[in-house]
């Protein structure tokens, strides 16, 4: 019997160390999936997807991985998903291989190098969830990383805003947040008792990198613990954004994941989540953000300076 116990034990360690093995290669082999667009546009899956029929999970289902991720990263950038109906893209996303998606978000780009684009968010704060969401208007930029973000007259905190500049402050925003103190603009801590009074996050946290890189951090954790990765699949249209709804639900759920159960809504064009939704272990849902619209954009000096008088600081 002991032997047997450990024959078992043997064989599901070995499963295990090979599920992470296969992730571990997917996610790290980016630049042996990036393709331009002239090799991309060779091959006869992506043909396929650039006309998208009723058979494009069959089609999809007889491909390698590798060839699979090439075929969605096509698909988006030609538009061919949106073209496709609900079912259409209920089958395609049901028949990828688990690792096609964490691997076409790690090849990205996840955002932009500079970017406008407004969100809504919604918070479950001291147990208590919002009557409507903080509606907000966010200005990004990389390399230094430099954000603006405004809360917009339609939504929760109206009229906050705040600005944050890696180069100047990294531990600090300047604007001004919540209450009687809304009046008044001043230097915070990211994480400090104000930053923490409207939103679970830091403002560092605004964006869609952001979103990508706890989807990541989880799919390395779901395949560490040997857990399926396979997500339940449906097309939703949140707040007017149609995306693909891949909703995963971790084997322990808080705080070793992000949530016990998570919905990441899939851009249509862009390999990044629009959309989230996400449960704790008590079955309720703590936060739901909804990215409305997306713009690359370049942004003069003035975007991130205090003393910009389309502000009001």
Same mark, same amino acid.
Request: with cysteine; charged share 25%.
């Given at each position: 019997?002991?032997?047997?116990? %450990?024959? $078992?034990?043997?064989?599901?360690?070995?499963?295990? $160390?090979?599920?992470?093995?296969?992730?571990?290669?997917?996610?790290?082999?980016?630049?042996?999936?990036?393709?331009?667009?002239?090799?991309?546009?060779?091959?006869?899956?992506?043909?396929?997807?650039?006309?998208?029929?009723?058979?494009?999970?069959?089609?999809?289902?007889?491909?390698?991985?590798?060839?699979?991720?090439?075929?969605?990263?096509?698909?988006?950038? %030609?538009?061919?998903?949106?073209?496709?109906?609900?079912?259409?893209?209920?089958?395609?996303?049901?028949?990828?291989?688990?690792?096609?998606?964490?691997?076409?978000?790690?090849?990205?780009?996840?955002?932009?190098?500079?970017?406008?684009?407004?969100? %809504?968010?919604?918070?479950?704060?001291?147990?208590?969830?919002?009557?409507?969401?903080?509606?907000?208007?966010?200005?990004?930029?990389?390399?230094?990383?430099?954000?603006?973000?405004?809360?917009?007259?339609?939504?929760?905190?109206?009229?906050?805003?705040?600005?944050?500049?890696? %180069?100047?402050?990294?531990?600090?925003?300047?604007?001004?947040?919540?209450?009687?103190?809304?009046?008044?603009?001043?230097?915070?801590?990211?994480?400090?008792?104000?930053?923490?009074?409207?939103?679970?996050?830091?403002?560092?946290?605004?964006?869609?990198?952001?979103?990508?890189?706890?989807?990541?951090?989880?799919?390395?954790?779901?395949?560490?613990?040997?857990?399926?990765?396979?997500?339940?699949?449906?097309?939703?249209?949140?707040?007017?954004?149609?995306?693909?709804?891949?909703?995963?639900?971790?084997?322990?759920?808080?705080?070793?994941?992000?949530?016990?159960?998570?919905?990441?809504?899939?851009?249509?064009?862009?390999?990044?989540?629009?959309?989230?939704?996400?449960?704790?272990?008590?079955?309720?849902?703590?936060?739901?953000?909804?990215?409305?619209?997306? $713009?690359?954009?370049?942004?003069?000096?003035?975007?991130?300076?205090?003393?910009?008088?389309?502000?009001?600081?």
């Amino acid at each position: 019997m002991k032997t047997m116990n %450990s024959q $078992t034990v043997a064989r599901a360690t070995t499963r295990r $160390t090979l599920r992470v093995a296969a992730l571990a290669l997917a996610l790290s082999c980016a630049t042996a999936f990036a393709q331009d667009d002239a090799s991309t546009d060779a091959g006869a899956p992506q043909a396929s997807a650039a006309s998208p029929s009723g058979n494009a999970a069959a089609q999809v289902s007889k491909l390698s991985v590798d060839e699979q991720v090439k075929w969605l990263q096509h698909a988006q950038k %030609s538009g061919a998903l949106v073209k496709m109906d609900d079912a259409q893209l209920t089958a395609l996303f049901q028949a990828f291989d688990p690792l096609v998606v964490p691997t076409v978000i790690k090849l990205g780009p996840s955002g932009y190098p500079s970017y406008e684009f407004t969100l %809504s968010r919604w918070e479950r704060l001291n147990g208590k969830w919002p009557g409507k969401p903080a509606h907000m208007l966010v200005k990004l930029e990389h390399d230094p990383l430099r954000i603006y973000a405004k809360w917009l007259p339609d939504g929760e905190h109206s009229g906050e805003e705040v600005i944050y500049d890696a %180069s100047k402050k990294p531990d600090e925003m300047y604007g001004h947040l919540g209450g009687l103190l809304g009046v008044m603009p001043m230097w915070t801590a990211l994480d400090g008792t104000l930053a923490r009074a409207q939103s679970n996050h830091k403002i560092t946290d605004l964006g869609t990198e952001f979103i990508v890189s706890q989807f990541m951090t989880d799919a390395k954790k779901y395949v560490e613990v040997g857990a399926s990765y396979k997500p339940d699949v449906e097309v939703k249209t949140v707040n007017g954004v149609r995306v693909v709804a891949l909703t995963y639900v971790s084997p322990s759920g808080k705080p070793q994941f992000y949530a016990k159960k998570q919905t990441l809504g899939l851009d249509l064009r862009h390999p990044y989540f629009r959309t989230v939704e996400a449960y704790g272990d008590d079955g309720q849902m703590f936060e739901k953000i909804v990215i409305d619209g997306i $713009t690359p954009k370049s942004f003069d000096a003035d975007a991130f300076d205090p003393k910009n008088p389309d502000y009001k600081f």
